[in-house]
């Protein structure tokens, strides 16, 4: 520990300026605390300047592309020239700022804070100590509170020959000046879809290759299969139940090599991939090991979620946010928590009315591919192992009205699964071209457990394409 002449007092320390991290240090600021703001990299976190918002300007400039091959059949006929150097630009120049987190930076100093640039962690309950990036030292400690916010980074697997070549992980490929001709995408989860999606729509040959055998396969089976199927129309080639054995890089080119599929030995035999570049999106770290837990005594076997309580405290003032936390790595979750922990240190020093604690039962998520896939709550499968009595409603979104109306691009569905004890919902999906729009009533229900029966009585606008919720309500079996 920090020697009482090298400690700076301080009110609040947050160690890592994320979404949630800067949103708390920010709002404790405004209110005249004493903050600092702890960040090694970019201040605003992984979603503004490598994942959310920059693969989301690549998804929309690809969804406008696949719009104008939709025309034929429902408006005349058009020629469209994607032209990826549009997105590219757009993500550095208006989004991400060359990936230069100045203003917002600015926007947080200006509340009062204090922007110190490095790498923290604990040296006390609540004490952090920051290897400066200028080579110094410096150590606060908090009168009220430390939030940690360490996030997550790309999650790269030991494979042989990986390490060393100029593969991508989200960071890389949304800083892409151009559209790879040819792109092996590693992993079958929401940045692995959306990534692959949006660049075959400018013309790059992908091809996927999937350690299970299915994509997202933390959604409804459905999901994944309306997702393999519309990848099929669009030329995306997904390989399934491969592991990769081994990588190489030579002349401009990626070669991987694949285990047999299933992985089993003696069965079909072993696949080469070859393409110009390779895409690593096999999910996620925590970065939680690197904060120093147990200099403020606390215990932890480095791999769950590490216990807290309502007001997501590890400790007395020391809380523990965004992705580390165990609630899902969405950015709303880490807003979500930076609100609960803001309204819990404000209520204590100044007598605020607390905000409330964690509630985790409704936590909404959406991959925007095209279709748009939004999920909320418990799966049917995740459902039934809890021990719920479990009723499960679907219906084809393109047997509805809008969906007949919308035509081409309409692929998509409603499921929702019904608790039938409680008669409520517990969990829905919601997949189709608005799918993350319509999943906001579905949310709505599952976080206020609106009975069943109520949603049966409402009036549901025509012709909407969340007026097929109700026909999944009717197919509840």
Request: charged letters at 20%; hydrophobic letters at 40%.
């Amino acid at each position: 520990m920090a020697t009482a002449s090298e400690v700076e007092n301080v009110d609040v320390v947050v160690l890592g300026m994320g979404p949630g991290g800067e949103s708390a240090a920010g709002e404790l600021a405004a209110a005249g605390l004493a903050v600092v703001g702890v960040e090694a990299r970019l201040v605003g976190g992984e979603c503004p300047y490598y994942g959310c918002i920059p693969s989301k300007i690549m998804i929309r400039a690809g969804n406008a592309v696949a719009e104008a091959h939709r025309v034929p059949g429902l408006a005349g006929t058009v020629q469209a020239h994607p032209d990826f150097s549009q997105v590219a630009r757009r993500i550095r120049d208006e989004a991400t700022d060359n990936w230069n987190d100045a203003a917002a930076a600015k926007r947080f100093t200006g509340k009062g804070g204090v922007l110190v640039r490095g790498t923290g962690r604990l040296s006390g309950p609540r004490e952090v100590t920051v290897d400066l990036h200028d080579g110094g030292r410096r150590t606060f400690r908090a009168r009220l509170a430390v939030v940690l916010n360490p996030g997550t980074n790309p999650a790269v697997p030991d494979v042989p020959g990986l390490a060393g070549t100029p593969f991508w992980t989200n960071r890389e490929a949304v800083q892409a000046a151009d559209a790879p001709a040819s792109l092996i995408v590693w992993g079958g989860g929401a940045v692995a879809v959306e990534l692959a999606q949006a660049f075959t729509r400018f013309g790059t040959k992908v091809t996927m290759v999937l350690r299970g055998p299915r994509l997202l396969s933390r959604e409804e089976p459905e999901a994944g299969q309306l997702l393999a199927k519309v990848f099929r129309e669009e030329g995306i080639k997904v390989l399934r139940n491969r592991d990769v054995t081994a990588v190489s890089h030579k002349d401009g080119k990626f070669s991987l090599e694949l285990s047999p599929a299933g992985g089993r030995s003696g069965g079909s035999r072993s696949t080469r991939l070859t393409a110009g570049q390779l895409l690593v999106a096999t999910g996620r770290t925590q970065a939680l090991a690197g904060v120093g837990l147990s200099e403020a005594g606390i215990v932890w076997d480095g791999k769950a979620a590490p216990e807290l309580d309502d007001h997501l405290q590890l400790a007395d003032g020391l809380y523990l946010i965004g992705d580390a936390a165990g609630a899902g790595a969405f950015t709303h979750m880490s807003m979500h928590h930076g609100n609960i922990v803001t309204g819990h240190i404000l209520a204590r020093h100044n007598g605020q009315p607390d905000r409330g604690g964690a509630d985790n039962h409704a936590v909404p998520h959406v991959t925007f591919t095209d279709p748009e896939i939004g999920g909320v709550g418990l799966t049917e499968q995740q459902a039934r192992e809890a021990g719920l009595e479990v009723r499960v409603g679907f219906t084809d979104l393109a047997d509805s009205t809008r969906g007949w109306i919308h035509k081409s691009g309409n692929q998509g569905f409603i499921k929702v699964v019904q608790d039938a004890s409680s008669g409520v919902l517990v969990g829905a999906t919601s997949a189709g071209p608005m799918g993350g729009e319509v999943l906001s009533m579905l949310a709505l229900a599952v976080h206020a457990r609106i009975p069943v029966a109520t949603l049966k009585t409402m009036v549901y606008a025509y012709p909407t394409f969340h007026r097929a919720v109700p026909e999944a309500l009717k197919d509840l079996a």
